[in-house]
């Protein structure tokens, strides 16, 4: 098992005070605030990707002619949709 030896007083602080406000010990304290914010990391890199993938076909589908389509292609000569 590694130790990790916080220095900082301030973060030693705020452990602290997370602890106390769950009800935990400020390693379980620590190792929640850092999975919660590994997780958000994650999820913003995820839908940063989508929105990417997303703004990548609008770019690719702005850039196709927009066909004319006149009553002639869209109906019959019994004014039925083909």
């Known amino acids: 098992m590694a130790t990790l030896n916080i220095k ?4 030693r602080e705020l452990a602290r005070s997370l ?3 769950r009800g935990t010990s ?7 605030a850092l999975e919660e914010a ?7 890199r ?4 989508v929105v990417a993938r997303l703004e990548e076909i609008s770019r690719r589908s702005a850039a196709r ?18």
């Open 26 to 32: 400020m390693t379980g304290a620590i190792r929640s």
């Open 8 to 11: 900082d007083e301030r973060v």
């Open 46 to 49: 995820d839908a940063d990707a």
């Open 38 to 44: 590994l997780a958000a990391e994650i999820a913003r």
């Open 65 to 82: 002619p927009e066909p004319f389509l006149t009553d002639d292609d869209l109906y019959d000569t019994n004014g039925l949709p083909r």
């Open 19 to 21: 602890a106390e406000r």
